[in-house]
């Protein structure tokens, strides 16, 4: 960090959010160095907002000090997006925990950012309403950190993503100012500038409140467990329940190995014999519901389902789902690392991406764990290591990278909902072009001209692109990545 005199900064913050709301011993700080993904950073500095104001108070100090800033929420990221990798302050905003209107007649929850996003739900659910992203870290994630990455979910397939629920936002620019952008109004004129911030990964702005949509419950839901002896079989049925006409509100896929981690831990009854099972979830109308649960069942059994399960009760819906929404907690007993990757295939890819992913295991010598939302294409294979093992971590690192390479190749996408951060910076010219980086850089500093927000991440280094910290030149080097 800049050296300006570290004991005036901390005055200057101090004043803003009170003594009791800055952290600086090592100790300390160290619990905040990492998020949900591997990199590692330590802040000089962590704060604790209560309030939008205070918030702005403290980029304003950030901005006197010129010191970077870095906004986090729970800290479940698996990108590296709340890692401050060139230290300064961060402004954690768990103590902004207020949902502070639900107004029913126009659906909308208003809060602020370090809600965690199933008490959301939680509070409107006794009155027939829910909040439908709802990524499987729902029970620790916050709002805040849901619009930064746009989060997505089991549920998302049918509803959408973060973006397509988030109705406007009270946000603090990097300068300090305050803003409110969006409405409940549809098609509101102007840029639709609360679409640019969902998903910008906290670089353009501090989110203080957000409006969010709240859906009915419906009127009917069936959740089958189908069962499968081939991958391929599980694979193929995704692609053409959906090609019947089906989105169900929720279509997921777990493998052998997640099973074998899932079933000590959460006893969902998952058979542990099987080779994948998808969790499908139907819901609507009754007279609809019983329809679409019809052909889901002959789209499993015509793909060879060994069984089809279906929860005849609400305890039996909730064990099935716990079982998914548990599924990486319970990775931790089959290695003590694991680094969870996030790729997107055309839907009709995923046998071949499976097959590649279980070749690039083989390759690199790891077990790779798969348990994902397959409706959406959108795969998280969970490359399972122990980074005490030397070299381990680089290999993990370069068995990922083959892995979203062979998703780009395959009309994908690097991530479908973990955002970029700092672990896949390099890997965004197998997407865009030098142009289209130079357009999204220019778009990043009209907002943030200093650089001062999360700086150091998103972007790979270009000549017009933000610069690379040097761990992450160091690895793209050693992976052999290009850097543009
Ligand atoms: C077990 C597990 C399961 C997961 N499952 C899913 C899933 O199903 N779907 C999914 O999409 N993700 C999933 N994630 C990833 C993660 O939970 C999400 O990305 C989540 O939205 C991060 O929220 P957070 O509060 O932890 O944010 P953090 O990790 O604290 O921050 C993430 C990013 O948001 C920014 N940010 C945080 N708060 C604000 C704010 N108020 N204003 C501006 N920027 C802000 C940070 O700067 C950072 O760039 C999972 C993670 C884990 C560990």
Known sequence: MAATGNGSLLSALREVVGPEAVLYDPDELAVYEYDGALDRARPDFVVFPQTAEQVAGVVRVCNRYGVPFVARGAGTGLSGGAIPVRGGVLVVLTRMNR??????????????????????????????????????SQKACTIGGNVAENSGGPHCLAYGVTTNHVLALDIVLPDGNMLHVGGPAPDRPGYDLTGLLTGSEGTLAIFTRAWLRLMRQPEAVRTFLAIFDRLDDASETVSDVIAHGIVPAALEMMDKLTIEAVEPAVKAGYPPEAEAVLLIEVEGLRESVDVQSELVRQVCQFHRAREIREAETLEARERLWAGRKGALGALGRLAPNYCLQDGVVPRTKLPWILRRVAEHGRKYGFRIANVFHAGDGNLHPCILFDEREPGATERVLECAAAILKDCVDAGGTITGEHGVGVEKQNWMPWLFSEADLDAMARLKR???????????????????????????????????????
């Not at 007649?105 to 739900?121: D, F, L, M, S």
């Open 446 to 484: 009209c907002f943030n001209p200093k650089e001062l927000l999360n700086p150091g991440k998103v972007f790979p280094t270009t000549k017009s692109c933000v610069e690379l910290s040097g761990d992450v030149v160091e690895r793209a080097e050693k992976l052999g990545i290009p850097l543009v």
């Open 99 to 136: 949902i502070q209107q639900v107004d029913y007649p126009n659906r909308v929850a208003v809060v602020e950012p370090g809600v965690i996003n199933v008490t959301v739900t939680e509070e409107v659910a006794p009155d027939g309403y829910y909040y439908a992203p709802d990524p499987s």
